[in-house]
């Protein structure tokens, strides 16, 4: 079945449907993972947006049960050169495409996908719908300059738990405040034996204070981070009270309850291979990204907070450290899901923190 992507500048790109059909409107943005295509689909903080793989062939190693990083797909749209329609893997629970159509996930194969990145490279992230019942071009551009911009969304709510749950450990606890947490934040805290109390997004300071916890992990999560001012005001509200690390969308809400500012980044950084530079101690670690937004640098001027990390692509902030209390955060992937594991130190660095050895 033929299908459309339609940009708000009038580009269209034409292919294959697999997957669902119908239509659904987003932000389109690209990721250069060359694998992890599982983890980028159930990863919430896609949520709002169509993600375009630059990587020329996806679904080749199929989809797996283990590797969920949440239980469905927030993904608005899937785009692919080419989708792998006999996936080999010994571990292999279903194809893409099967996938895709359980979960309402409407996917564009025999795209240009290199023509597309550039597309978006030189004019920045835009509005696209993606559509698999409609000849009518100009209809769906103009359904693209019309739909909702990622800003003011509030997409956090769609994608949270309203509810507490805790997965018991023997070691420490840690509240983990879900904006839409991946899995495998909860797996690297259990691996240092913490219990995980995972806390709804809309959680109080003094609701948090009350679980009793060690440390305090902000996770990351789709949209704007000033679209949850509530989280901002907690976040705020725990800094000087409790150990606590910010992961992505974490460590923009952290940002702001430090008075920084955030900013939309024209592209931003989605992929498994981006160098970081840990300016305390001076390493370069390959790493894990997936963020449309940044904390802007200028902004923390005369502010009690360094900037701990940088890319090395583009000087952008990928960390930020309280120059007093214990509370630092990352804008990349510490818990990798897809990509390298290369920065996990970052939780043994949040474990010291929590038993007052402070990196
Ligand atoms: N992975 C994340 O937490 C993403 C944070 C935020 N939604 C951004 O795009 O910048």
Known sequence: MQAMLALEDGTIFTGEAFGSTGERWGEVVFNTGMTGYQEVLTDPSYCGQIVVMTYPLIGNY????????????????????????????????????????????????????????????????MRGVISTGTNDVQALVERAKNCPQLTGQELVPTVATTKSYTFPGPGRRVALIDFGAKQNIIRCL????????????NITAQEVMSLNPAGVVLSNGPGDPTDVPYAIKTARELV????????????????????????????????????????????????????????D???????????????????????????????????????????????????????????????
């Open 240 to 295: 000087g009270h409790v150990p606590i690390l910010g992961i992505c969308l974490g460590h923009q809400i952290l940002g702001l309850a430090m008075g920084c500012k955030t900013y939309k980044m024209k592209f931003g950084h989605r992929g498994a291979n981006h160098p970081v530079k840990d300016l305390i101690t001076g390493r370069v670690y390959i790493s894990s990204h997936n963020h449309g937004f940044s904390v």
């Open 297 to 359: 640098e200028e902004s923390m001027r005369g502010l009690d907070v360094i900037v701990s990390h940088r890319n090395l692509n583009d000087d952008t902030v990928e960390g930020l450290k309280h120059k007093f209390l214990p509370v630092f955060s990352v804008q990349y992937h510490p818990e990798a899901s897809p990509g390298p594991k290369d920065s996990e130190y970052i939780f043994d660095q949040f474990m010291d923190m929590m038993t007052g050895k402070e990196a």
């Open 190 to 201: 259990q691996e240092r034996d913490c219990e995980v109390v995972v806390a709804p997004y």
């Open 62 to 125: 199929g989809i797996m049960k283990e590797d969920f990083e949440s239980k469905r797909s927030f993904v608005r749209g899937f785009v692919v050169r080419e989708e792998c329609r006999h996936p080999s893997n010994w571990r292999l629970a279903e194809t893409i495409d099967s996938f895709l159509k359980k979960e309402n996930v409407i996917g564009l194969s025999g795209i240009d996908t290199r023509a597309l990145t550039r597309h978006l490279r030189s004019f920045g992230t």
